[in-house]
């Protein structure tokens, strides 16, 4: 996060064992279409991660290839903070789960 000078936008929230990343809009607000496009690149990368959780199952290959799809991200992530989300979001953004409407 912080080599791609994205501190402001996005962090990690939770025990160390299930952590969470914030995604954060240009003004600094938790945006759905922002977490949006973290799945979205995550997956496009080949990494399904709502949250994060490593166990004994993960290698290194499984860790390394996690970082490098991250890494992928977080440069759209910096790309869609200066140009828009709109212009990199594929579909609808997500919503909370728990919500009292849709």
């Not at 025990?15 to 973290?38: E, H, W």
């Not at 290839?65 to 991250?70: G, L, Q, R, S, V």
């Not at 989300?85 to 579909?91: C, I, Q």
């Amino acid at each position: 996060i912080s080599l791609h000078k994205l501190d402001d936008y996005l962090s990690m929230i939770g025990a160390s064992g299930n952590m969470a990343v914030v995604c954060s809009d240009q003004k600094k607000q938790v945006s759905m279409s922002f977490r949006t496009l973290y799945l979205q690149e995550m997956i496009a990368n080949g990494i399904l991660i709502p949250w994060i959780t490593v166990s004994y199952s993960h290698n290194a290959s499984d860790l390394q290839k996690t970082y490098e799809a991250f890494d992928e991200t977080l440069k759209v992530y910096k790309k869609a903070l200066d140009e828009g989300v709109e212009n990199y979001l594929v579909g609808d953004a997500v919503k909370p789960v728990f919500r009292r409407q849709n």
